[in-house]
């Protein structure tokens, strides 16, 4: 009987890897969960990727399972203590999709202050030869952008930006070391979105995080600030946001998370002020194979008995 359940719709080099190995695959946990029972008694590692609660229920399918290794940096789908609390260990994938988020954060900035999308809109419709008018944009050197958590992801945002001649600023629960270059540590986190003119959400996800950015922070950016999630939907008030970018409270947004994924609220749609991505920081063919092979040696490492190479709990 197979160990180790894949589940998820993975990329094409780990759905190969998957099915080299031999694996047991389910698209959805909710599915693997209805195997049969000899099925899921053999469990003892799962593969998952996925943003569908895994919680002690799930977990209670599977009496024999000792790992989850996700897929992903963020492992907010993964109830933690529940897992701990069944002697199952759950690891992640950090540090290999590090350059790719970061680098979408820039990018969502640079869309929103130099109206990428609707540059491209306006010479496409024809609004250029026509010599019709397209706004002048904003200037990213010189101006000053906050990061909401600096951990890994959050240290190659602000690398980043100050190689645009940004000034940074930055938010974490305490000062950070790789910050000694001259970034601004605030410890209130409403006040650094009072002192900034943009700025970049790069929590980590669950209940810890759970609406942290306020209504009041949003409009603290003011009219012609812009703001971008690259870390979880769930961390920012999602109907404060539409409210402040609908009454101009808000200059602008780059998304590429949202609350209630994969839909993203359709009142966004209607905004001109956004630009939308689906939730697609780390999905670059490279970086997606990488997280594939630590999810993998992950597990490889339980069944030979060997220490986990990135554990979570
Ligand atoms: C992560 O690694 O948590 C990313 O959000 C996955 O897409």
Do not use: C
Request: glycine share 8%; net charge negative; proline share 4%.
């Amino acid at each position: 009987m197979n160990k180790v359940l894949a589940v998820g719709r993975f990329d094409a080099a780990s759905r190969q890897a998957i099915e080299e190995k031999g694996w047991l695959r389910y698209d959805a946990i909710t599915g693997a969960a209805e195997a049969d029972e000899a099925e899921r008694g053999a469990i003892e590692a799962v593969a998952y990727l996925g943003h569908h609660p895994f919680g002690p229920d799930l977990m209670d399918r599977f009496p024999n399972l000792r790992l989850i290794s996700n897929y992903g940096v963020g492992y907010d789908a993964i109830d933690v203590d529940a897992a701990s609390e069944r002697g199952i260990k759950v690891t992640n994938t950090p540090d290999v999709l590090s350059d790719d988020v970061a680098d979408l954060a820039v990018a969502l900035l640079l869309a929103q202050l130099r109206s990428v999308i609707k540059a491209d809109a306006h010479v496409r419709s024809g609004a250029w030869s026509r010599k019709e008018p397209f706004p002048l944009q904003r200037k990213m050197s010189g101006q000053k952008v906050g990061i909401l958590g600096l951990g890994r992801i959050g240290v190659e945002i602000a690398s980043r930006l100050a190689a645009f001649k940004m000034e940074v600023h930055y938010w974490s629960r305490s000062p950070k070391a790789e910050a000694a270059s001259g970034w601004t540590y605030h410890d209130d986190a409403l006040a650094m979105m009072k002192a900034v003119d943009f700025a970049v959400v790069a929590l980590v996800g669950g209940a810890a995080t759970e609406g942290f950015v306020t209504k009041e922070m949003i409009e603290a950016l003011g009219p012609r600030g812009v703001l971008v999630n690259i870390s979880r939907g769930t961390t920012i008030d999602e109907d404060a946001l539409i409210d402040a970018l609908e009454e101009g409270r808000l200059g602008g947004a780059g998304l590429d998370v949202f609350r209630n994924e994969p839909h993203a609220h359709t009142r966004f749609f209607d905004l001109e002020n956004v630009v939308l991505q689906p939730h697609q920081a780390s999905a670059t063919v490279e970086t997606r194979a990488d997280m594939g092979r630590l999810q993998r040696d992950n597990i490889e490492a339980y069944l030979a008995g060997q220490p986990l190479l990135t554990p979570v709990n």
